[in-house]
Each structure stands twice: as structure tokens, then as C-alpha cells.
């Protein structure tokens, strides 16, 4: 498996994980600080913020 594929199928997982404080917690350890997140339903900010 490579390195991209494995950081994708982390990412993936952070996001289907039913638990918030499990998604948080995996999100704070794949996204930087300053990320942010935008789709038509919902904007983020941050790890945290990112996974609402």
C-alpha cells in the first residue's frame, strides 16, 4: 500500500467514524491547524472544526 493511499483510506475512515470524539480525535492527527473544510452543506475550521 502506498503512502498516499494509506493517508486517503485515514482520511475516509476520520470521516466515517460514528463517534465524535474518535473522528476529532483522528482528524487533530491528519489535518494541520490552519486547515479548512468546504462542501455545500457545511464550512470548517481547523481539525476540530473541520469534522462538525
Known sequence: ??????????YLDAWNEADAQQ???QLRRLLTPDATYTDPQMTGHG?????R
Open 47 to 51: 481539525p476540530v472544526g473541520s469534522g
Open 1 to 10: 500500500m502506498t503512502q498516499q493511499h494509506t493517508l486517503a483510506q485515514q
Open 23 to 25: 473522528r476529532d480525535a
